[in-house]
C-alpha cells in the first residue's frame, strides 16, 4: 500500500543525496520496508525472477553485441567465433539462449498465477494491461533476437512471420515490404532486427518499471484474493521477501544451469546450425517453444487473413480479461467450478503447444492434430469469451476468511 | 472354426504389414540413427583423444577432398579438450594444408595453368575448402553440394549418431521394387534414402598411427567423434565448469533456505 | 529465553554471512567471464605470432609486415648502415636504452642490443611519439639526417639502428621479441 514514507537517512551523504534526488528513500519504502502480505507463495516468486532474467539477458546480450556482426554473410560466423574463440563466448552465447527460454518459462508461470488468483481485477487492472505490453514486446525481441543467428529457422521463420503482415488486404505486401527493406528477409531486414533486438529491452525495463509502480499503488495481491486489512497481514518487503525470492532465485538459477551446461540445445533445433539459404525450406518451420500455442492457434484456422487475426486476437484479448471476468471473488481457491476451467485452460495451452511443434498434417493415435489444434483455440477463446463473464455470473464462490491473519478457514 | 478369428488375425497383420511398408515406401522416412556408445555422452562424458586424431586422420585423408571444416582453425587443434596435438603438430598440420594466397607482387591469383595460387597454412588459418565455390563443388559431385562438416553433429537429428549410421548404412539392400535414382545411393538412414555421396569409407581406408585396425566400424566411430569435436570444441569445458556451477547452487540454496526457514519461522 | 533467542540471533547471522559470502563468491564467478571476454580472443591470440621468410630480401632491401595489427619493419642492414650504428657513442642519444622486449629494461642502447644477428633489423614501425608509421631513407629518396627513418607526422628522425636521434619521439623504435628458426626463417612475437 502505498503511504507516507517512513524513511529516516542516517548518514551524512544520505542525507545529502535524499534532499538532492531521493534514490535512497525511494529503495527504502519500495525495497525494504514496503508492506507486503505475509501469505504470499511460491507462486509469488516469479515477479522478481523475471526481473533478475531480464537484467540476465540485457547483459548477456550487450557482451554478445561486441562480437556478433549484424550482416547476412558475416552473422552466422560471428556467431560460431564467439561459440569457439572468444573467451567464455560458448557460456555467454548459452547464457542468453537459454536464457530467453528461461524468461518465458518464468512470465507464463506469473501470468497464470495473475489468472489464477485475480490479480488482474480491480484496482489492478493496470498492471495487467502493462504485463500484457511487456509480453508483446517480450514475444517482438524474442523474435528478432531468433533472427540474428541467420540459421535456417532463423530466415525461414522470420519469413513466414513477416508474411503475416502480407495477409492484411490492400496494403498487406506494402507494410511486409516495408518491413523487410527488401522484396524478402534479407541483409537488411536482419541489420534493422538487430537493432530493435538491442532497443526492445530497455523499452522492456522502462514498463517494467511502471508495472511495478502501478503495484505499489495498491501493493501486492495474495492467495486468498482477499484485501489487506492491517499491519498484521503484512510483513516488511526486506528481509522477509528479498530472503524468501533470494532462496527461490537461487533454485531456479540451478534449474537454469542444468541447462546451460548439460543441455544448452534442448530448447533449439537442428535447423538452426546450417547457414540460412533462400532457396532451400527446411521440411518444418517451427518458431521456438514458447510460441508454438499461438503457431497452432494461428494454423488451425484454414484462411490466411483470419489464422493472422486470430493470432493478434489471442494475444490481445488478454488485455481485456479485468472486464471480461464478472466474478466479485479474485482468487481461485474460493472459486470451485472456476479452478477446475483454470487447469484445462493450461492444459489446452500445452496442447496446443504441442500441436504447433507437429507437422500441420500430422496424424496421432488416429487424430489429426489440426482438428485437436482446433478444439483447443474453441476452449481457448471460449474460456475468455464464454466461460470467464458467465461463470462469474452463476458460480457460487466459498466463504472467504476475514482476513489474512485469521487461521485459514479450511478448503 | 477356432481357426478363423487366427487366420483373421493373420491375414490382417499380412495386410497391415505390407500396407505399412508400402507406406513407408512412399514416404522414405530415414530408420532411427543406431545406438552406439560415445566417450562424450552423459554429463561426465569426454572426448576419447585417441579417437579424435584419429578422427582427425579420416577427415584429412577421406572427407577433405570434397567437405570443408569453414569454422574450425587449425589453432583449434591444439586446444585443451580437443584432439590434444601439441602447437608444433598443428603447425605442421597446417603447413599440409593450400590456403588460397594473397595477390602476389603482380597482382595475380593464379599461376600461368590458371590455377590458384596457395600457400601453407598457419595455424591462424581456418580449415580450406577443397573447392573455389557452390558451382565447382556442385560440377565435381555431380549437382549435389557436400555439406560444411564443421557443425554436422549439431545440425542433424541424432547428432553423432546419426553420422555414424549414414557412414555404416551403405551397401544395404534396397527393399523390393525400390529404384535407387540415377547417381545417388541407397541408404536408409538418410532422409528420402537417396544419398548423394558415394560410400566414402572402406576397411583399410585409413592406416591408422596408433595401429588400430581401420575397420569401416572404426573409422566411421572415430570419425563422428572427431566430427563431435569439431562441431562443440568446449564440450569437456561445458561439462566441467557444469559441476562446479552445479555443486555451489546446491550449496548456496541450502544456506539460502535455512535463512529463509530461520527467518520465518516467527511469522508462521 | 534470553540465551535462545541469542542463539538464535547469532545461527541466523550466521546464516545472512554465510549467504553474503557465497553471494559474493557467485557474484565473483559470474563477472569473471564477463570481463574476460574482451580480452583478446584465440583467434587473435592464434595471430599473435608470425614467421617471416628471410630469402627474397636483399642486402639494403626491406619488408613491412602486418604483425599484431601493426606493421613490422624487417630490414637486412649494409655494412655501411651496421659500421654507422655501431660508431654512434650510446650516452649521447636522446633515449640510451635498447627498448629491446627481449632485454631487461635498463639495456643500454648499442648496436648490438638492437640486433642480435647485426645484417638483420627487426623493429616496431610505431614512432614512439604518437604513432604513425615512419618512412624508411634510402640512397634515392634520403629521409632525415641519420641514414635511418623520418616519421612525416612530427618530424621525428630515427638513426640506422631505429634509435631516435632527433624531434619529439621520446623512445627508440621498440625491437619486439623474436627468434631465428633457421637463417632464412624468424619467428616474431
Redesign the interface.
Given at each position: 500500500m502505498s503511504g507516507p514514507s517512513t524513511y529516516k537517512p542516517n548518514s551524512g551523504i544520505e542525507k545529502w543525496l535524499d534532499q538532492r534526488l531521493p534514490l535512497p528513500r525511494l529503495m527504502h519504502d519500495t525495497m525494504r520496508t514496503f508492506p507486503t502480505p505475509k501469505n504470499l507463495n511460491f507462486w509469488y516468486v516469479f515477479g522478481g525472477i523475471l526481473t533478475f532474467c531480464l537484467a540476465v539477458q540485457i547483459i548477456t546480450g550487450i557482451v554478445l553485441a561486441m562480437h556478433y556482426k549484424p550482416d547476412s554473410t558475416l552473422a552466422f560466423g560471428s556467431v560460431e567465433k564467439i561459440m569457439r574463440e572468444v573467451n567464455y563466448g560458448w557460456l555467454i552465447r548459452y547464457i542468453h539462449s537459454n536464457g530467453a527460454s528461461m524468461f518465458f518459462l518464468a512470465v507464463y508461470i506469473h501470468m497464470f498465477r495473475g489468472l489464477y488468483y485475480g490479480s488482474y481485477k480491480a484496482p489492478r487492472e493496470l498492471i495487467w494491461i502493462i504485463g500484457v505490453l511487456i509480453y508483446l514486446l517480450m514475444t517482438a525481441t524474442a523474435f528478432f533476437g531468433y533472427v540474428l543467428p541467420w540459421g535456417q529457422m532463423s530466415f525461414w521463420g522470420a519469413t513466414v512471420i513477416t508474411n503475416f503482415f502480407s495477409a492484411i488486404p490492400l496494403v498487406g505486401t506494402h507494410i511486409s515490404t516495408w518491413l523487410w527493406g527488401d522484396f524478402a528477409v534479407g541483409d537488411a531486414t536482419l541489420n534493422r532486427f538487430f537493432s530493435l533486438h538491442y532497443l526492445l529491452p530497455f523499452v522492456i525495463a522502462a514498463v517494467v518499471g511502471l508495472h511495478i509502480w502501478a503495484l505499489h499503488v495498491p501493493g501486492n495481491n495474495n492467495p486468498l484474493g482477499i484485501d489487506v486489512k492491517s499491519p498484521q497481514d503484512t510483513v516488511p518487503f526486506h528481509p522477509y521477501y528479498t530472503v524468501k525470492d533470494g532462496f527461490y532465485l537461487a533454485l531456479f538459477v540451478l534449474f537454469f544451469a542444468v541447462f546451460i551446461f548439460y543441455a544448452p540445445e534442448f530448447f533449439g533445433n537442428p535447423d538452426n546450425a546450417i547457414e540460412a539459404n533462400p532457396l532451400v525450406t527446411p521440411k518444418d518451420i517451427v518458431p521456438e517453444w514458447y510460441l508454438l500455442p499461438f503457431y497452432a492457434i494461428l494454423r488451425s484456422i484454414p484462411n490466411k487473413l483470419l489464422g493472422v487475426l486470430a493470432l493478434g486476437a489471442a494475444i490481445l484479448i488478454l488485455a481485456f480479461i479485468p472486464w471480461l471476468d464478472t466474478s466479485r471473488v479474485r482468487s481461485c481457491r474460493f472459486r470451485p467450478t472456476m479452478k477446475w476451467l483454470f487447469w484445462f485452460f493450461v492444459a489446452t495451452c500445452a496442447v496446443l503447444g504441442y500441436c504447433g511443434s507437429q507437422s500441420p498434417d500430422a496424424v496421432k493415435f488416429g487424430m489429426p492434430l489440426v482438428w485437436v489444434a482446433r478444439l483447443g483455440t474453441t476452449y481457448y477463446f471460449g474460456f475468455f469469451l464464454v466461460l470467464m463473464p458467465l461463470v462469474g455470473l452463476f458460480e457460487t464462490p466459498k466463504p472467504l476468511p476475514a482476513s489474512i491473519s485469521q487461521p485459514v478457514l479450511a478448503e | 472354426m477356432t481357426h478363423l478369428p487366427l487366420r483373421l488375425a493373420l491375414g490382417l497383420s499380412l495386410a497391415l504389414g505390407s500396407a505399412s511398408a508400402v507406406m513407408a515406401q512412399e514416404t522414405r522416412d530415414p530408420l532411427p540413427p543406431k545406438s552406439v556408445d560415445f566417450s562424450f555422452e552423459g554429463p561426465f562424458g569426454t572426448y576419447d583423444r585417441a579417437s579424435l586424431q584419429r578422427g582427425f586422420q579420416v577427415y584429412k585423408e577421406v572427407c577433405s577432398a570434397c567437405h570443408v571444416l569453414q569454422h574450425v582453425a587449425f589453432h583449434n587443434l591444439d586446444e585443451a579438450g580437443g584432439p590434444g596435438f601439441t602447437e608444433a603438430q598443428a603447425k605442421g598440420i597446417a603447413a599440409g594444408f593450400k590456403i588460397p594466397a594473397e595477390p602476389n607482387d603482380k597482382g595475380e591469383t593464379t599461376d600461368d595453368k590458371g590455377e590458384r595460387l596457395t600457400r601453407p597454412g598457419i595455424i591462424a588459418d581456418y580449415f580450406p575448402n577443397p573447392f573455389p565455390n557452390e558451382n565447382a563443388a556442385r560440377t565435381a559431385n555431380n549437382g549435389k553440394l557436400p555439406p560444411d562438416l564443421s557443425m554436422i553433429v549439431k545440425a542433424r537429428q541424432g547428432g553423432a549418431h546419426y553420422v555414424y549410421s549414414i557412414l555404416t548404412g551403405f551397401h544395404q539392400t534396397p527393399p523390393k521394387g525400390y529404384a535407387v535414382v540415377k547417381d545417388t545411393y541407397y541408404n536408409p538412414y538418410f532422409d528420402g534414402w537417396n544419398i548423394g555421396m558415394p560410400p566414402p569409407l572402406q576397411a583399410d581406408s585409413v592406416t591408422y598411427s596408433d595401429g588400430t585396425k581401420a575397420t569401416v566400424d572404426q573409422e566411421a566411430h572415430d570419425v563422428a567423434t572427431f566430427l563431435a569435436w569439431a562441431s562443440e570444441p568446449k564440450m569437456e569445458e561445458r561439462k566441467q565448469m557444469g559441476f562446479s556451477v552445479i555443486i555451489f547452487l546446491v550449496a548456496f540454496s541450502g544456506v539460502l533456505f535455512a535463512a529463509k526457514k530461520k527467518l520465518w519461522a516467527d511469522v508462521h | 529465553m534470553t540465551a535462545a533467542t541469542a542463539d538464535?540471533a547469532t545461527?541466523?547471522d550466521f546464516?545472512?554471512v554465510?549467504?553474503g559470502a557465497?553471494?559474493a563468491?557467485?557474484a565473483a564467478?559470474v563477472a569473471w567471464?564477463?570481463i574476460?571476454?574482451?580480452?583478446p580472443?584465440?583467434?587473435a591470440?592464434?595471430?599473435s605470432s608470425v614467421?617471416v621468410d628471410l630469402t627474397s630480401i636483399v642486402v639494403g632491401q626491406g619488408v613491412t609486415i602486418k604483425w599484431r595489427g601493426q606493421p613490422l619493419f624487417v630490414r637486412r642492414r649494409t655494412p655501411e648502415e651496421i659500421a654507422k650504428a655501431r660508431a654512434v657513442d650510446v650516452a649521447s642519444l636522446p633515449d640510451p636504452l635498447a627498448e629491446n622486449s627481449s632485454l631487461p629494461e635498463n639495456a643500454p642502447a648499442t648496436d648490438a642490443n638492437r640486433a642480435t644477428k647485426p645484417e638483420w633489423l627487426i623493429l616496431v614501425g610505431v614512432c614512439t611519439h604518437l604513432g604513425c608509421t615512419p618512412t624508411i631513407s634510402t640512397p634515392t629518396d634520403v629521409q632525415g639526417e641519420y641514414g635511418g627513418w623520418l616519421c612525416h607526422c612530427h618530424g621525428s628522425q630515427y638513426d640506422t639502428a631505429g634509435r631516435i636521434r632527433k624531434g619529439p619521439a621520446p623512445r627508440n623504435l621498440q625491437v619486439p621479441v623474436y627468434s631465428f628458426l633457421s637463417d632464412t626463417r624468424v619467428k616474431v612475437g
Open positions: - | - | 538464535g545461527r541466523r546464516l545472512y554465510a549467504s557465497m553471494g563468491v557467485g564467478a567471464p564477463l574476460d571476454q574482451m580480452n580472443s584465440s583467434a591470440l592464434a595471430l614467421e
